[in-house]
Nanobody, 125 residues
Framework: QLQLVESGGGLVQPGGSLRLSCAASGFRLEYYVIGWFRQAPGKEREGLACITRSSSTNYADSVNGRFTVSRANNKNTVYLQMNNLKPEDTAVYYC???????????????????WGKGTLVTVSS
């Protein structure tokens, strides 16, 4: 069974950092494009970052320069390092995989094939 599990969410103060993890079971992440998304209450799911099989990346304007996506193929895990967090970053964060060969900008939820259940990030003082 193909499964993605996000972890690393929590409560952080504005200006703080978190690192989210996306671990896969049943398949190897290194063969897929990985996207990170978030959804805040009452808002549409937003594409944040994307990493290709060759580790090329792109980011939404809202997180560019603050968030970094990376792979650890030996751990079958993808990370989202989030720095300088703002209250407007509060949302449920999801990772997803796609069989596509490229990362559009912004990464499109409709192109993703398997989703995790999400992890909540709350940025508040």
């Amino acid at each position: 069974q193909l499964q993605l599990v996000e972890s690393g969410g929590g409560l952080v103060q504005p200006g703080g950092s978190l690192r989210l993890s996306c671990a896969a079971s049943g398949f190897r992440l290194e063969y897929y494009v990985i996207g990170w998304f978030r959804q805040a209450p009452g808002k549409e799911r937003e594409g944040l970052a994307c990493i290709t099989r060759s580790s090329s990346t792109n980011y939404a304007d809202s997180v560019n320069g603050r968030f970094t996506v990376s792979r650890a193929n030996n751990k079958n895990t993808v990370y989202l390092q989030m720095n300088n967090l703002k209250p407007e970053d509060t949302a449920v964060y999801y990772c997803a995989v796609s069989r596509a060969s490229y990362c559009p900008r912004p990464v499109n939820p409709d192109m993703m094939d398997v989703w995790g259940k999400g992890t909540l990030v709350t940025v508040s003082s």
